[in-house]
C-alpha cells in the first residue's frame, strides 16, 4: 500500500478525480434530519484534506518545507445546494484539481448520494508562506496536482 494511501482517505480514480465516502450522522444535521448547510463545508475540506493526503502533500510539513513555509487557505468558494442529504445518507465527496499554478489553485468538488448531486462547489485557494504573504505554488508540488487533472 502508498505510504500516502489509506482506505480511510479515499482513493483518486483513473480520472483524476478523488473519492472520499463518509456517513451522515446525527451531528450533522438540524432538528429537520436534513443536513445543515455549515456541515456541507466539513464534508468538503475532508475531501479536500484527504485528496492532498493521496497526492502525497502532508499539509502539516509544508509549513516548514522550506525557508518561506506553504500554507493553503481558501481564498473564495462557491457553493450549490441542489438537494439535501438525510441522517444515515452514505455520501461521496469528489474533488478534482481544475488549476494550480502561481499563487493559487482551483478545486472543483461535488458531493453526491449515489447518482443524486447534492452540493457542488468551486473552491479558490490562496498559496501563501508562513507569515501571511502570497506565493507561488512551488513548480513540482503544481505538477501534482496538474498531473493528477491531466489524467482526467
Do not use: W
Not at 434530519?33 to 463545508?41: F, M, S
Not at 452514505?90 to 452540493?119: D, S, Y
Amino acid at each position: 500500500m502508498n505510504e500516502h494511501h489509506h482506505p480511510l482517505s479515499g482513493e483518486i480514480g483513473e480520472e483524476g478525480r478523488h473519492r472520499l465516502i463518509q456517513r451522515v450522522y446525527y451531528e450533522d444535521t438540524d432538528f429537520s434530519g436534513l443536513v445543515y448547510h455549515a456541515r456541507y463545508l466539513h464534508f468538503l475540506e475532508r475531501g479536500r484534506t484527504d485528496y492532498l493526503r493521496c497526492l502525497g502533500v502532508e499539509q502539516s510539513r509544508l509549513v516548514t518545507v522550506d525557508e518561506e513555509g506553504l500554507v493553503f487557505v481558501v481564498h473564495r468558494m462557491e457553493i450549490d445546494f441542489k438537494s439535501p442529504a438525510r441522517m444515515d445518507d452514505v455520501v461521496t465527496i469528489l474533488t478534482r484539481t481544475e488549476k494550480a499554478g502561481g499563487a493559487k489553485m482551483i478545486l472543483v468538488q461535488e458531493i453526491r448520494r449515489g447518482e443524486t448531486l447534492l452540493t457542488a462547489a468551486r473552491v479558490i485557494i490562496a498559496v501563501i508562506n508562513a507569515k501571511g504573504r502570497p506565493r507561488r505554488l512551488p513548480e513540482g508540488l503544481a505538477a501534482q496536482f496538474t498531473g493528477v487533472a491531466a489524467q482526467g
